[in-house]
Protein backbone atom coordinates (compact mmCIF):
# COMPACT_ATOMS: atom_id res chain seq x y z
CA UNK A 1 0.00 0.00 0.00
CA UNK A 2 2.77 2.11 0.74
CA UNK A 3 4.91 1.75 -2.59
CA UNK A 4 1.22 2.39 -4.22
CA UNK A 5 0.51 5.84 -2.41
CA UNK A 6 4.46 6.36 -3.17
CA UNK A 7 3.91 5.56 -7.06
CA UNK A 8 0.90 7.62 -7.04
CA UNK A 9 2.62 10.96 -5.54
CA UNK A 10 5.56 10.46 -7.95
CA UNK A 11 2.62 10.52 -10.95
CA UNK A 12 0.87 13.70 -9.63
CA UNK A 13 4.64 15.49 -9.34
CA UNK A 14 5.56 14.02 -12.39
CA UNK A 15 2.26 15.41 -14.21
CA UNK A 16 2.42 18.59 -12.39
CA UNK A 17 6.27 18.93 -13.22
CA UNK A 18 4.97 18.63 -16.91
CA UNK A 19 1.98 20.74 -17.17
CA UNK A 20 4.97 23.59 -15.73
CA UNK A 21 7.37 23.11 -18.38
CA UNK A 22 4.63 23.30 -21.39
CA UNK A 23 3.43 26.76 -19.81
CA UNK A 24 6.63 27.95 -19.66
CA UNK A 25 7.81 26.85 -23.11
CA UNK A 26 4.48 28.71 -24.28
CA UNK A 27 5.89 31.46 -22.50
CA UNK A 28 9.07 31.63 -23.64
CA UNK A 29 8.33 31.14 -27.73
CA UNK A 30 5.78 34.05 -27.61
CA UNK A 31 7.29 36.72 -25.09
CA UNK A 32 10.41 36.87 -26.96
CA UNK A 33 8.98 37.42 -30.10
CA UNK A 34 7.19 40.61 -28.77
CA UNK A 35 10.41 42.14 -27.39
CA UNK A 36 12.37 41.61 -30.61
CA UNK A 37 10.08 44.00 -32.74
CA UNK A 38 11.78 46.67 -30.17
CA UNK A 39 14.88 45.55 -29.95
CA UNK A 40 16.24 44.53 -33.15
CA UNK A 41 17.63 48.07 -34.94
CA UNK A 42 15.45 49.83 -37.30
CA UNK A 43 17.46 49.06 -40.46
CA UNK A 44 16.57 45.01 -40.08
CA UNK A 45 13.40 46.03 -40.27
CA UNK A 46 13.00 46.63 -43.86
CA UNK A 47 12.86 50.23 -44.52
CA UNK A 48 10.42 53.17 -42.97
CA UNK A 49 7.36 51.50 -43.74
CA UNK A 50 8.03 48.33 -43.23
CA UNK A 51 6.20 45.92 -41.17
CA UNK A 52 7.91 44.37 -38.43
CA UNK A 53 7.21 41.11 -39.02
CA UNK A 54 7.65 39.57 -35.79
CA UNK A 55 4.37 40.07 -33.86
CA UNK A 56 2.13 38.54 -31.45
CA UNK A 57 -1.51 37.28 -31.83
CA UNK A 58 -3.06 41.13 -30.83
CA UNK A 59 -0.47 42.88 -32.87
CA UNK A 60 -1.57 45.46 -35.29
CA UNK A 61 -0.50 47.69 -37.43
CA UNK A 62 -1.68 51.26 -37.47
CA UNK A 63 0.26 53.32 -40.23
CA UNK A 64 3.76 53.60 -41.52
CA UNK A 65 6.37 56.13 -40.91
CA UNK A 66 6.78 57.30 -44.45
CA UNK A 67 2.77 57.53 -44.40
CA UNK A 68 2.64 59.74 -41.31
CA UNK A 69 5.44 61.74 -42.25
CA UNK A 70 4.33 63.03 -45.45
CA UNK A 71 0.67 63.55 -44.06
CA UNK A 72 2.31 65.64 -41.27
CA UNK A 73 4.33 67.31 -43.64
CA UNK A 74 3.06 67.60 -47.06
CA UNK A 75 5.17 69.32 -48.75
CA UNK A 76 8.41 67.67 -47.89
CA UNK A 77 10.40 66.67 -50.28
CA UNK A 78 13.34 65.08 -48.68
CA UNK A 79 13.33 62.85 -45.56
CA UNK A 80 16.75 61.94 -44.01
CA UNK A 81 17.12 59.47 -40.99
CA UNK A 82 19.43 59.39 -38.28
CA UNK A 83 19.90 56.47 -35.57
CA UNK A 84 21.29 57.87 -32.01
CA UNK A 85 22.66 56.01 -29.74
CA UNK A 86 22.47 56.35 -26.03
CA UNK A 87 25.38 55.27 -23.68
CA UNK A 88 25.80 55.12 -20.01
CA UNK A 89 26.21 58.84 -19.40
CA UNK A 90 23.77 60.10 -21.73
CA UNK A 91 20.94 57.39 -20.49
CA UNK A 92 21.50 59.11 -17.27
CA UNK A 93 21.11 62.28 -18.12
CA UNK A 94 18.15 61.41 -19.93
CA UNK A 95 16.89 60.63 -16.63
CA UNK A 96 17.80 63.47 -14.78
CA UNK A 97 16.43 66.38 -16.50
CA UNK A 98 13.40 64.15 -18.09
CA UNK A 99 12.21 63.01 -14.19
CA UNK A 100 11.38 59.29 -15.58
CA UNK A 101 13.34 56.48 -15.56
CA UNK A 102 14.35 54.83 -18.35
CA UNK A 103 14.69 51.46 -19.54
CA UNK A 104 17.96 50.85 -21.32
CA UNK A 105 15.81 48.19 -23.11
CA UNK A 106 14.14 50.94 -25.15
CA UNK A 107 15.38 53.97 -24.43
CA UNK A 108 19.10 53.16 -25.92
CA UNK A 109 18.17 54.16 -29.21
CA UNK A 110 16.19 56.56 -31.50
CA UNK A 111 16.39 57.25 -34.67
CA UNK A 112 15.47 60.82 -36.20
CA UNK A 113 14.16 61.49 -39.42
CA UNK A 114 14.71 65.42 -40.49
CA UNK A 115 12.02 66.60 -42.97
CA UNK A 116 12.69 69.60 -45.04
CA UNK A 117 11.37 71.30 -48.36
CA UNK A 118 14.27 72.68 -51.02
CA UNK A 119 16.93 72.35 -48.46
CA UNK A 120 14.74 74.31 -45.76
CA UNK A 121 13.84 72.21 -42.30
CA UNK A 122 9.48 71.51 -42.18
CA UNK A 123 10.31 69.31 -38.66
CA UNK A 124 11.17 66.45 -37.38
CA UNK A 125 9.91 63.42 -36.35
CA UNK A 126 11.30 60.36 -34.13
CA UNK A 127 10.65 56.40 -33.81
CA UNK A 128 10.19 55.37 -30.81
CA UNK A 129 9.21 52.08 -28.82
CA UNK A 130 7.57 51.91 -25.11
CA UNK A 131 6.45 48.79 -22.87
CA UNK A 132 2.26 49.08 -22.68
CA UNK A 133 0.67 46.37 -20.46
CA UNK A 134 0.53 43.77 -23.13
CA UNK A 135 3.44 44.71 -24.65
CA UNK A 136 5.66 47.08 -26.95
CA UNK A 137 4.35 50.38 -28.14
CA UNK A 138 5.73 51.15 -31.52
CA UNK A 139 5.00 55.08 -32.40
CA UNK A 140 6.11 58.36 -34.02
CA UNK A 141 6.40 61.86 -32.52
CA UNK A 142 6.43 64.81 -35.16
CA UNK A 143 8.06 67.79 -33.94
CA UNK A 144 7.93 71.03 -35.70
CA UNK A 145 11.31 73.26 -35.71
CA UNK A 146 10.54 75.19 -32.51
CA UNK A 147 10.17 72.00 -30.63
CA UNK A 148 6.45 71.63 -30.01
CA UNK A 149 4.50 68.60 -31.22
CA UNK A 150 3.35 68.23 -34.17
CA UNK A 151 1.77 64.94 -34.34
CA UNK A 152 1.77 61.74 -32.20
CA UNK A 153 0.70 58.47 -34.04
CA UNK A 154 0.64 55.18 -33.05
CA UNK A 155 2.41 52.81 -35.45
CA UNK A 156 1.44 49.35 -34.20
CA UNK A 157 0.78 47.59 -30.63
CA UNK A 158 0.18 44.84 -28.71
CA UNK A 159 -2.88 46.19 -26.62
CA UNK A 160 -5.95 44.11 -25.91
CA UNK A 161 -8.02 46.62 -24.04
CA UNK A 162 -5.87 49.68 -24.68
CA UNK A 163 -6.53 50.28 -28.19
CA UNK A 164 -8.02 53.85 -27.46
CA UNK A 165 -4.39 55.07 -27.72
CA UNK A 166 -4.02 54.83 -31.22
CA UNK A 167 -6.76 56.75 -31.62
CA UNK A 168 -6.87 61.17 -32.15
CA UNK A 169 -8.67 61.59 -28.67
CA UNK A 170 -6.34 60.59 -27.08
CA UNK A 171 -3.03 61.75 -29.32
CA UNK A 172 -4.29 64.96 -30.61
CA UNK A 173 -3.70 66.24 -26.15
CA UNK A 174 0.05 66.05 -27.29
CA UNK A 175 -0.33 68.61 -30.18
CA UNK A 176 1.49 71.83 -29.65
CA UNK A 177 2.93 71.06 -26.40
CA UNK A 178 6.58 70.91 -26.04
CA UNK A 179 9.51 70.04 -23.12
CA UNK A 180 8.23 73.60 -21.11
CA UNK A 181 4.94 71.29 -20.09
CA UNK A 182 4.25 68.43 -17.44
CA UNK A 183 3.51 65.68 -20.26
CA UNK A 184 1.96 64.35 -17.25
CA UNK A 185 -0.68 61.34 -17.02
CA UNK A 186 -3.55 63.30 -14.82
CA UNK A 187 -1.76 66.72 -14.97
CA UNK A 188 -2.63 67.53 -18.47
CA UNK A 189 -3.00 64.44 -20.23
CA UNK A 190 -6.18 62.46 -19.80
CA UNK A 191 -5.56 58.49 -19.89
CA UNK A 192 -7.05 56.16 -21.54
CA UNK A 193 -9.73 54.09 -19.36
CA UNK A 194 -8.74 50.48 -19.33
CA UNK A 195 -5.10 51.24 -19.89
CA UNK A 196 -3.68 53.66 -17.39
CA UNK A 197 -0.77 51.79 -18.04
CA UNK A 198 -0.27 52.20 -21.58
CA UNK A 199 -1.15 55.60 -21.36
CA UNK A 200 1.05 56.41 -18.82
CA UNK A 201 4.17 54.25 -20.91
CA UNK A 202 3.36 56.39 -24.18
CA UNK A 203 3.27 59.61 -22.01
CA UNK A 204 6.47 58.95 -20.29
CA UNK A 205 8.12 58.07 -24.08
CA UNK A 206 6.71 61.07 -25.39
CA UNK A 207 8.03 63.10 -22.77
CA UNK A 208 11.86 61.73 -22.73
CA UNK A 209 12.18 61.80 -26.57
CA UNK A 210 11.11 65.89 -26.00
CA UNK A 211 14.64 66.03 -24.26
CA UNK A 212 16.30 63.50 -26.40
CA UNK A 213 15.09 65.76 -29.23
CA UNK A 214 16.53 69.11 -27.68
CA UNK A 215 19.69 67.83 -26.41
CA UNK A 216 20.66 66.89 -30.00
CA UNK A 217 18.63 69.45 -32.69
CA UNK A 218 18.04 72.37 -30.74
CA UNK A 219 20.96 74.27 -30.66
CA UNK A 220 20.91 73.79 -34.58
Known amino acids: VKLRHNFRFKLLWLRGLCAVVIAAAGYLAVYPLALL ?21 YAEMVSTIDEVIRQVFPKADSIESTVHRLDFKMLFSLQKESGIEVDPAFDSQYRFFTVAQNGQTLGYAAEHTVLGKWGPIHYLLSIKPDGTIADVSVLDYQERRGRPIS ?54
Open 37 to 57: QCVLPSQLKGGWGADIGIQSA
Open 167 to 220: KSRFTRQFIGKSIADPLKVQTDIKGVTGASISSKGITDGIRKTLHVFNALYTDR
